[in-house]
């Protein structure tokens, strides 16, 4: 049974300060990834989508990395706003047989970016 | 182009009662899915349709729970009788076909169903 795990579980920092953010999963055979942002009360916003073979993807501040064979992405901010302020969510998509478009996902990380 | 929406944003209900949701996905998606985030635990996958067709409906939780997708468009689900443990957010999703390579999930705001 598949497994996402972020850590941490929440993160502040000052503005215009680069960050990572951290999901490991434990079974590795995956299709793709995909990492999304939350707004407290909303839904939520798709970030990126990265390929099982892929390494990574690139949007604006945001990069997106993977390894797969290790069981773990992460995701840059560079250049932190205060509107990157948010829940940001992992989710791995598994590679094959029954179920193979359920998204499995992670608990979060809660970003507080002081201006 | 609209995204996916749901309604109502908010629904509380009385234990025993019965509610139901709809979700329009984005238009010309195939896939569909539901998902759930109760309280304190990660958003989990319900169910999944192509078109009209449940594909996987093995997350749903038990048999008061039933999900359906007229006509491969909207999609309802439906809680009956509402019991406390149901109470949380209910998220809809839609994809299209991943033959185009379109594989994204894009979701929607999400119904928040608070249970009494």
């Known amino acids: 049974k598949q497994e996402v795990t972020q850590i941490p579980a929440a993160l502040s920092v000052p503005e215009g300060e680069n960050l990572v953010l951290n999901c490991s999963f434990t079974d590795s055979a995956i299709y793709n990834l995909q990492w999304f942002r939350q707004d407290p009360g909303k839904g939520l916003t798709s970030l990126l989508l990265?390929?099982?073979?892929?390494r990574e993807q690139t949007s604006g501040r945001l990069n997106a990395s993977l390894d797969k064979s290790s069981g773990r992405s992460t995701l840059y901010i560079a250049a932190s706003q205060p509107g990157d302020s948010a829940t940001y969510l992992c989710?791995?998509?598994?590679?094959?047989?029954?179920?193979?478009?359920?998204?499995?996902f992670g608990k979060g990380t809660k970003l507080s970016v002081i201006p | 182009e609209a995204g996916v929406t749901q309604f109502p944003s908010h629904s509380v209900i009385e234990k025993g009662q019965t509610v139901t949701l709809r979700c329009d996905p984005i238009s010309g998606h195939d896939n569909l899915y539901w998902y759930r985030r109760v309280m304190g635990k990660e958003i989990k996958f319900l169910l999944h349709?192509?078109?009209?067709?449940?594909?996987?409906e093995s997350g749903m939780p038990n048999n008061r729970f039933l999900a359906e997708r007229t006509g491969g468009t909207y999609s309802t689900l439906k809680v009956q009788p509402a019991e406390l443990e149901d109470s949380g957010v209910y998220f809809c999703a839609s994809s299209q076909d991943w033959r185009g390579g379109q594989e994204t999930q894009y979701f929607g705001p999400g119904t928040r169903l608070l249970v009494l």
């Open positions: 990265i390929q099982s073979s892929q």
């Open positions: 989710a791995v998509r598994p590679g094959s047989g029954a179920g193979s478009y359920q998204l499995t």
């Open positions: 349709f192509v078109k009209e067709s449940k594909q996987d």
